[in-house]
């Protein structure tokens, strides 16, 4: 198969199979707590606990958590169908129906790309994201403590604005087999948490800003969040 035709952008150097493996995949990626264990190796999903979101009653707060707590049981149902390369794309068609759906992948437990979900992804199949720097705390977390994993949005001249979640598929063991990975366009995010309807609004995920709209008051409502992986400081203005 031909290589597309390169364009002229920052990664245009870049080996083709590198760069569709970077459509897929965001980097800036921590681990949470263990997710996987010896005695039951299907993934669990509980919703996120009251104290995930302070103060408990912001409704920007409660929504984003609720949201991700949905995601994050969607690819819980993928992982505990422990998919193969041969099975992914029936396992995975299920979160095609969720809003904002941008693509979805398999792992193998050494972090190689083995499937996507859209055909049209296909070159990023067999790509090792263990060359990729900024993806090691991700590796090597994910071997320690396997659980879900949400990155902050980001997205390029490549790709819109993603935010992608993982989630382990263990064995009796405890130990990853493979990961699932889920994509979603960042704006479904927004919708769902009701960011879209404000004004202004920044969101911070451990400390650095992520994402942000128009120009925030001297007094914005703050929400924290404590998400699979990371922790995210929300401000907005109505």
Request: glycine share 6%.
């Amino acid at each position: 198969m031909a290589e597309p035709a390169r364009h002229p952008h920052l990664l245009a150097g870049w080996p083709w199979r590198f760069r569709a493996a970077m459509i897929l995949l965001a980097a800036g990626l921590a681990s949470t707590t263990g997710f996987c264990s010896a005695a039951d190796s299907a993934p669990h999903a509980p919703p996120p606990a009251p104290e995930a979101v302070q103060p408990a009653d912001d409704p920007v707060g409660r929504a984003l958590a609720a949201y991700v707590g949905k995601l994050v049981a969607e690819l819980a149902k993928v992982a505990e169908k422990k998919p193969e390369p041969a099975t992914f794309r029936e396992a995975a068609k299920p979160l095609e129906a969720l809003d904002g759906f941008y693509d979805a992948s398999l792992l193998s437990p050494d972090f190689v790309i083995t499937q996507v979900y859209r055909p049209a992804h296909a070159l990023a199949r067999g790509f090792d994201l263990k060359k990729v720097a900024a993806l090691k705390p991700f590796v090597e977390k994910m071997k320690k403590t396997p659980g879900p994993q949400l990155s902050e949005p980001a997205g390029g001249f490549l790709q819109p604005r993603l935010v992608s979640l993982r989630v382990p598929v263990c064995g009796p063991d405890g130990k990853p087999t493979a990961i699932v990975s889920l994509m979603l366009r960042e704006s479904a995010l927004l919708t769902a948490a009701g960011l879209d309807a404000c004004r202004a609004y920044r969101i911070l995920c451990d400390g650095a800003a992520a994402s942000e709209k128009g120009t925030l008051s001297a007094t914005p409502r703050t929400v924290r969040l404590a998400l699979p992986s990371t922790t995210w400081v929300v401000e907005y203005d109505r």
